[in-house]
């Protein structure tokens, strides 16, 4: 087991140095900007007087790597800044008090993974077993038409998808509510039903991927020996799919499957927009649309960690799934 | 709830059904070999087929309209079905008439490509090639570019003449004959659309299908938005901006990722090592995510420079994108560059142009030209999906992706009227098409190189 808990060591941290360079990347790329944040919070109208006790106030006084280390040590302890929108809101008009990014993220984050994990729930388990039917039945008209189907609906626009569905389930037929109106509070069931448009727009989506590769993963062992001794000693072809190729098809489809997941994470930005489900993709729109620096930059990073650690979650478990690695001779 | 109900019900009924059909065919065959070996998948396969096929007839011929307490009710479920279903046969139709013809007309070549492709595939290229017509004489075509296109085929003609056989030279003329013709035609016939996209007509929110009685008009077939332009015109001008944006932006992607893929395969060393990091950098960030924050601070300097944010947009996609490209292009390049040609080349002393250009590039055409299909339907989602979310293409430009944003409430009119829901879909429609055409074309042409038979 050494061998391999030394190449996981090494994978975790690769992991962290990629997401560390990543950082580095989204705050170098927002420091971009012409002028600075002072000039961008006020505005117009802005006097050099306040410009400068505002640039004082959120250190912008101090050279770039001051401030990249600042915002580093600010991540590390949970503290991810204050947004544009707030800061204005508290000084105009006496607002809420403070309002971190932090807290603006969290619950939109917990809502933008539940929706991840109901279309989990339905995606992964139909997506194996299409699959795996469409191997056992390869080369059919099954076959056929969900390969036509499974492309169109990798191809076509996740809004597309969206608004069909909201025709046919929300507007023709009332069977689903076409705004996931979620809120702190609501029962598991109500909350379910309300993101169950999203969660199968998302479905939908993801599905026809590993679908696909579920059914190439088996597909490539059939030439294979052992199925053909499978075969050869009378077994139903069902049999040897389920139990000869499926085992030895897992590597890939674990791959596929948290590649997918990764999506789900970063992918939700334009169906939480149509539904208008409150995640962190609609957070992360609505603040690139005004501008609001801090959030966009901490919705950036979270989503950038959620997609390298689905990556390197995916990476380990092929490692891990590989009996070859796990007992060396 | 019912809902479920009904559907369990149905699928034990056809398992039920399966399982008899099974049981008759093998009794009324005398137990013949296709019955007796039929698993139960199969027959409850056959017996779902039968039962989808009557459903969609059955529920084809529903009436549309229905009269409720002695009034006049319209099915809009049922007229959204219809229509579904001719546009599905229409496709099919109009694909198995274009594989028809290009197995029967033009030179040898084209006439074996088309005997062996699936109906997906030249309903794909029969689509691409609608588009393109659409998009490039959505406006009036300007006799200088007649012109300068005659001029153009020229010189390619007179250039190519030594280099090909006589009769793929004459092949290539002909097709760039029929270009200048179909130019020259459609000079005379003008442009597709009949208003202008930006073009702000008397009258706002005509509801589509050009019937005066139910608040159309016969001017504007497709009615006309918010602040009264047509929308018949904006999509077919929206074929050319997002398609045409789209293009530019994957050409730009495949220019950068290709040469520097390339340049790394074949230097190697510090250079090699210095780009495919930065690579692997930026491809730890999601695509669309990136797209998004580098639009943000896009759109800040845009104004100030006085560049249109369209070309800040071009830029950055192409540069996401590139990362892509430069992965696949490296791969392939390395693989061929170890090659013993290459060697014999490098021993000619020829230079870094030659073996760049006369001998990688040649043989890595077959992924890469399939990569570009793919890549251009990640680029044109992407900038449909930015200009959906109102940061992509900007207006006074038609696009498709902004028109969804901007006519998507209409959908909720479905159930009262039907033609009022259909202009978002339309556009999002007119996205998808284009992407599923250019993805079936790509899966054939990756079946085929790849020699599968399983």
């Known amino acids: 087991m050494g061998n391999v808990s030394s190449i996981i060591f090494q994978r975790l941290l690769l992991g962290l140095v990629t997401l560390l360079i990543v950082s580095i990347v989204i705050f170098v790329a927002v420091n971009l900007l012409p002028g600075d944040f002072a000039e961008l919070i006020l505005g117009q109208g802005a006097t050099p007087e306040a410009v400068s006790t505002i640039r004082r106030d959120l250190g912008l006084d101090q050279p770039l790597i001051v401030r990249y280390m600042q915002w580093l040590g600010g991540i590390a302890t949970g503290d991810l800044g204050t947004s544009f929108a707030q800061l204005n809101f508290k000084t105009n008009l006496g607002g809420a008090g403070d309002v971190g990014v932090i807290d603006q993220i969290l619950p939109r984050l917990s809502n933008t993974m539940f929706l991840a994990l109901v279309t989990a729930a339905i995606a992964v388990p139909l997506a194996v077993t299409l699959g795996v039917l469409a191997a056992l039945f390869r080369n059919t008209v099954f076959d056929r038409v969900a390969n036509v189907a499974t492309l169109s609906s990798i191809s076509s626009p996740e809004f597309f998808m969206a608004y069909v569905l909201i025709l046919f389930l929300a507007v023709l037929n009332p069977i689903l509510p076409s705004l996931s109106n979620i809120f702190e509070g609501m029962s598991f069931t109500e909350r379910l039903e309300k993101s169950m448009l999203p969660a199968l727009t998302l479905t939908l989506v993801v599905t026809a991927h590993m679908m696909r590769m579920t059914r190439a993963a088996i597909i490539n062992l059939l030439a294979s020996p052992y199925i053909e001794m499978a075969r050869l000693k009378g077994m139903s072809p069902m049999r040897v799919i389920v139990k000869h190729a499926l085992p030895n098809a897992l590597a890939p489809i674990i791959n596929v499957i948290a590649l997918n997941l990764a999506y789900l994470v970063t992918g939700v930005v334009v169906v939480e927009v149509v539904f208008v489900y409150p995640g962190i993709g609609q957070l992360f729109v609505d603040s690139v649309k005004i501008r609001d620096i801090p959030v966009v930059q901490a919705c950036c990073l979270i989503f950038a960690a959620a997609y390298i650690l689905l990556n390197l979650t995916a990476d380990i478990l092929s490692i891990l799934s590989n009996p070859r690695l796990r007992h060396p001779k | 709830m019912s809902t479920i109900v009904w559907i ?57 309209v229905v009269e409720v307490n002695g009034q006049q009710t319209a099915v809009a479920s049922v007229t959204f079905f219809r229509w579904a279903v001719q546009a599905v046969i229409l496709g099919s139709v109009a694909a198995y008439w274009f594989k028809f013809v290009g197995k029967n007309f033009g030179p040898e070549a084209s006439r074996k490509a088309f005997r062996t492709m699936p109906l997906t595939a030249s309903f794909g290229i029969l689509i691409i090639g609608v588009y393109t017509f659409v998009a490039i004489f959505a406006g009036q075509i300007a006799v200088t570019t007649i012109i300068g296109l005659a001029i153009g085929f020229m010189v390619i003609l007179a250039a190519s003449r030594n280099r090909l056989n006589k009769d793929s030279h004459a092949g290539i003329g002909f097709l760039l004959f029929a270009i200048l013709v179909i130019c020259s035609v459609m000079y005379f016939v003008g442009p597709l659309a009949p208003y202008g996209q930006e073009e702000i007509l008397g009258a706002a929110n005509i509801l589509p299908g050009g019937n005066t009685a139910t608040g159309g008009d016969p001017a504007y077939p497709l009615g006309t938005d918010s602040i009264g332009r047509d929308i018949l015109s904006r999509l077919i001008y929206g074929a050319q901006n997002t398609v045409g944006i789209a293009f530019v932006t994957t050409v730009l992607a495949f220019a950068i990722g290709v040469t520097l893929g390339f340049l790394a395969a074949t230097l190697g060393g510090w250079l090699d090592q210095l780009l495919s990091r930065a690579v692997d950098v930026l491809m730890a960030i999601p695509s669309l995510i990136f797209a998004l924050l580098l639009m943000t601070i896009a759109s800040v300097w845009a104004p100030r420079l006085g560049i249109p944010l369209t070309y800040f947009m071009v830029l950055i996609i192409a540069v996401i994108d590139s990362t892509r490209v430069f992965r696949l292009s490296r791969a392939v390049a390395s693989n061929i560059v170890v090659m013993d040609y290459i060697e014999a080349a490098k021993l000619r002393g020829e230079g870094l142009g030659y073996l760049i250009f006369k001998e990688i590039l040649p043989n890595a055409t077959a992924p890469l030209l399939a990569e570009f299909g793919l890549r251009f339907c990640f680029v044109f989602l992407t900038i449909a999906a930015l200009s959906f979310l109102g940061v992509g293409i900007q207006p006074p430009l038609s696009d498709w992706g902004t028109m969804v944003k901007d006519l998507a409430p209409f959908i909720n009119f479905a159930q009262f009227a039907p033609l009022a829901a259909v202009t978002p879909l339309l556009a999002a429609g007119a996205i998808a098409l284009l992407t599923v055409a250019v993805n079936f074309v790509v899966d054939w042409m990756l079946h085929k190189s790849s020699g599968l038979k399983e």
């Not at chain 2, 013949?32 to 017996?47: E, I, L």
């Open chain 2, 8 to 64: 369990v019900g149905a699928l034990v009924v056809i398992a039920a059904g399966g399982y008899v059909f099974r049981l008759l065919g093998q009794m009324l065959t005398g137990n013949a070999p296709k019955y007796r070996d039929m698993s139960f998948g199969v027959a409850f396969g056959y017996v779902l087929a039968v039962a989808l096929v009557i459903g969609t007839v059955w529920f084809y011929l529903q009436p549309t």
